[in-house]
C-alpha cells in the first residue's frame, strides 16, 4: 500500500512570496490533515478535510493560508504571503474516516525555510 | 485548554538499556492515547492506540500504559537498539469532536 506523499520535500523562499505544497493521500482514505509542526514541538492542526469538506480550519492563519481539496482526494496548501515564522516542516496525514481509532497515516513533510 | 505533557524533554541512554517516556494530559472527555514514533526528517508513525478500558499494550519492544484515572500513560522502551533514537509524541484525541491534542515530545538518542 503506497504511503501519504507530498511535494516539494524542501522549499526555501524569501518573505513576502508565495509558496504551495501539495499532498496525495491514501487511497480511499476520507479524511485529510494538514499540521504545521515548529521545530522542537509537537505538529498542530492547520485543517482537516473530510472527502472535500472542511472539519476543522479553527487554527489556519486565513489571512494568509489557505487549502483545498478537489475532488477529495489530493490537496494543496497555500501560504500568501509568507512570514518568517511560517518557517517548519508542514506535514500532510490521511485517515479512513474521522480520526476516532483509525490509524492516521503522515507523509514525510515539506520542510519550509522562509528568509 | 486541552494539554499533553511529555517527560523528559530529552533523554540520552545506553543501547541495550530500558527507558520510559511519560505523558499527562488534561484532554476532557477523553477518546483515545496514541504514541508516535518521529525520526528526523520523517512523519510521525503510529506505535500504540490505546482507549479508555485499554491499560497497557504492547508492540514489539513498545509498551504503552495508560491510567484514566489520573490522566497518565508511560511509554516503556525494552532493550533499546540505535534505530529507536527519534522523538516520541504522545497525543489525545477528544471523545465527540476527535480533536488530537498533540505533546511537543520526548527526543530519545541511543549511545553505543
Known amino acids: 500500500e503506497a504511503g501519504v506523499a507530498q511535494s516539494p520535500r524542501y522549499k526555501i523562499i524569501e518573505k513576502r512570496q508565495s509558496v504551495a505544497f501539495w499532498c496525495n493521500p491514501i487511497s480511499g482514505h476520507a479524511t485529510l490533515y494538514w499540521y504545521q509542526q515548529i521545530l522542537g514541538q509537537g505538529p498542530k492542526l492547520l485543517i482537516q478535510f473530510q472527502n472535500n469538506g472542511v472539519v476543522d480550519d479553527s487554527q489556519l492563519p486565513k489571512d494568509r493560508f489557505s487549502a483545498e481539496r478537489l475532488k477529495g482526494v489530493d490537496s494543496t496548501l497555500k501560504i500568501q504571503p509568507a512570514k518568517l515564522e511560517d518557517s517548519a516542516v508542514y506535514l500532510c496525514a490521511s485517515s479512513p474516516g474521522r480520526v476516532g481509532t483509525y490509524e492516521q497515516y503522515f507523509g514525510p513533510g515539506t520542510r519550509l525555510t522562509v528568509t | 485548554k486541552n494539554q499533553v505533557e511529555q517527560s523528559p524533554q530529552s533523554l540520552i541512554i545506553l543501547e541495550g538499556k530500558n527507558c520510559t517516556l511519560q505523558c499527562n494530559y488534561t484532554v476532557s472527555p477523553f477518546s483515545n492515547l496514541r504514541w508516535y514514533k518521529q525520526d528526523t526528517g520523517r512523519g510521525p508513525v503510529s506505535l500504540t492506540i490505546m482507549t479508555f478500558s485499554e491499560n497497557t499494550k504492547s508492540n514489539g519492544r513498545y509498551t504503552a500504559t495508560l491510567d484514566a484515572d489520573t490522566k497518565q500513560s508511560s511509554l516503556h522502551i525494552t532493550a533499546s537498539q540505535l534505530s529507536d533514537s527519534a522523538s516520541y509524541i504522545c497525543?489525545?484525541?477528544?471523545?465527540?469532536?476527535?480533536?488530537?491534542?498533540f505533546g511537543t515530545g520526548t527526543r530519545l538518542t541511543i549511545i553505543p
Open positions: 497525543v489525545v484525541s477528544e471523545f465527540g469532536n476527535e480533536k488530537l491534542t
